[in-house]
DNA sequence: ATTAATATTTAAGCTTGCTTAAATATTTTA
DNA sequence: TAAAATATTTAAGCAAGCTTAAATATTAAT
């Protein structure tokens, strides 16, 4: 299957675990860039590969081969991601932008090659789970947004959900990164939230980056 | 630049490296495993891109962007190789299948990184050279094919020059590989000249692989 | 030096993965 | 609930990278 087809695939994926989880063709046409016709274009030819289900309108579901898919190629590029920063000195959105191409090329036995080298690893650099061969994921995630933490309370950044330069950049200037802890403040201002942590400097969060950083509590 | 224009540059590049070096569109087409007519399509497409120069029934004649084009493909291969042989415990032949799917999915970044991780090496597991970040080959090849070998002398295998499966099972099977050290003395049967390696066993060349396999004097 | 064999080129056509423009349906908002 | 805004779909078309078949040129052989 193509590098098209892998993409659209595990856009549809990464969509449906999203908090505004939209299917339609649109939203996943924006996701990789692609003109609206062309999503609507390959929601066909997939439907017809038993990837998905297409319905006029509606949105686009995957089927078990579809998820499947995915997944693996979602598995591929968290292994990728796992690697590269073992490795190498790159930020984490360069490793994310190599793990995007390299993702696509990367035949099963080389994957489970990556993941032995790494003793099998559950979780890539964001915190993100990483499916085993056979497509599942049997890790629980217990993980709240930061936008959900409560006041005054210790928690321990589980995941950095996000593809975005400047949101990873952020992360690097500020210290926040996987495992790392914060405290959290809340901090109102005109009647709309704010926040703080606590770490070695006072980081304000918008609302934004907050529901993004995914953390569990410091126990 | 498109995978399929990296393979194109990159297999007049080789062959104009080998003994029998011919250019010519069907020649390429072999290589590549389509038909003359798409090689005659592409050269003249790569030549308006300032890539190759076409003549009519002439060979095709890499420019210098063109060179440049296929040392960098050839050293991200050989850098990929040098990597996977480094990591994991994969036979050179499926580390050469990875490598050149990996080869156009990976930044100038991406292969600075991996170069340095490696030490810079000079050679990949072939003992094929990796061209430097501006392609150049610096290191000088005074070897010579196992074929042209003096009787009685013992050689240090510098090079398996090749990517054809079963020369590299017989190479693994044989631990022929690069910088052992090979005894040579020639036998002849019927005229016709074959060669006796002797290593841990007594090795049976025929002239195919004795002229892939390159050797430098043991001094 | 012709003829035969082989290689290259041209031409027409296909699939994939996109585009833009126009038609149609859905959703939002007033 | 009807009009306005937005999204989706259809239609036509394009470039890349192939294919096969036929025409033409080159090379090898007698």
Known sequence: MSTAIENFVK????????????????????ELGISNAAATDMAKKLSAKDLLHY???????LTDKGTKMALNVVR????????????FDLSLHDIHKEAELLEHQTSDLLANKISAYLGHPKFDPHGDPIPNE???ITT??????????????????SRLMSDD???????ALNELKYSNTVFVSK?????????ILV??????????FSSIIYVNENN
Do not use: V
């Open 55 to 61: 319905k006029k309108y509606q949105e686009l579901k």
């Open 11 to 30: 856009a549809i994926y990464k969509n449906g675990k999203r908090d505004n989880n939209d299917t339609k063709p649109g939203n996943i046409a924006k």
């Open 165 to 171: 330069k400047e949101f990873f950049e952020f992360c």
């Open 199 to 208: 770490k070695n400097n006072t980081i304000l969060l918008n609302q934004d």
């Open 187 to 195: 901090q109102f201002s005109n009647n709309k939230m704010t926040q």
């Open 140 to 157: 629980i995630d217990t993980s709240i947004a930061l936008s959900q933490a409560e006041e005054g309370k210790t928690y321990i950044i």
């Open 134 to 136: 056979h497509g599942e």
């Open 76 to 87: 591929k590029h968290r292994l990728w991601e796992a690697l590269l920063f073992k490795l």
